[in-house]
């Protein structure tokens, strides 16, 4: 590739393209806050001068915006693909999904804990609580067959169940590491959601129906 084809492809100063850009610009927002960092501080960590940044970017504002989008693109794709899926009854697929959206956070696991740390207070951080209300609604409705199919217990309010379970798998972007193994780490998970600790499932409250005919009692 010749040196005019090569600039051609890339937008910006020589030495940084737009991908250098978002990943310091995340790290930057994770670290500082959203609103405690400016442009002028990507510029610094970068070696740049603030007018420089903007031949990447047009602004801090599409830097969060893309960062939002690649977390939240990602959980959809997730979602719709196990959605997609034929032969899966209603516990399969939401242990499945469980199983992918800790995947999706550990490969994603910059822009995912950026999107879980959004307030709202932008219109672009508004625009993003409002994608991600979307989909909790499609992980509840989950939630919810699997309970009219009897596999989850009746007892507890879908939503409930669902924000619970989800807010585990948000949890992990406190103490997880990118180089983590995500097969291994989501098969745990999910085993101790569904499973619980016990070698045996627990049986419910009396008169639930949830638990009783599902393994060994203890």
């Known amino acids: 590739m010749t040196a005019r084809a090569e600039g051609a492809g890339r937008r910006g100063r020589p030495g940084h393209d737009q991908r250098d850009v978002l990943r310091v610009a995340v790290d930057l927002f994770n ?20 007018s420089a940044i903007y031949h990447h970017v047009p602004s801090k504002e599409h830097l969060l915006q893309s960062a939002i989008d690649e977390a939240l693109d990602a959980l959809t794709a997730a979602l719709d693909t196990v959605a997609a899926s034929d032969g899966l009854d209603a516990e399969q697929r939401l242990r499945e999904v469980v199983r992918s959206s800790v995947t999706v956070l550990v490969r994603h696991l910059p822009a995912v804990t950026l999107l879980l740390r959004v307030h709202g207070n932008t219109p672009v951080e508004k625009a993003a609580l409002a994608r991600r209300r979307g989909i909790d609604e499609r992980l509840a409705d989950m939630v919810r067959q699997a309970v009219d199919e009897g596999v989850l217990r009746d007892d507890l ?26 097969d291994a780490l989501a098969a745990s998970l999910a085993a101790l959601a569904f499973d619980g600790l016990t070698h045996g499932a627990l049986p419910g409250p009396a008169g639930s129906g949830s638990g009783s005919d599902r393994g060994t009692r203890r």
């Open 31 to 50: 670290r500082q806050g959203y609103d405690a960092t400016s442009v002028g501080d990507v510029a610094r960590e970068l070696g740049l001068t603030k």
């Open 157 to 182: 309010d879908p939503l409930v169940i669902s924000r619970l379970l989800f807010g585990m798998v948000n949890s992990l972007v406190e103490w997880v590491r990118p180089d983590v193994d995500e």
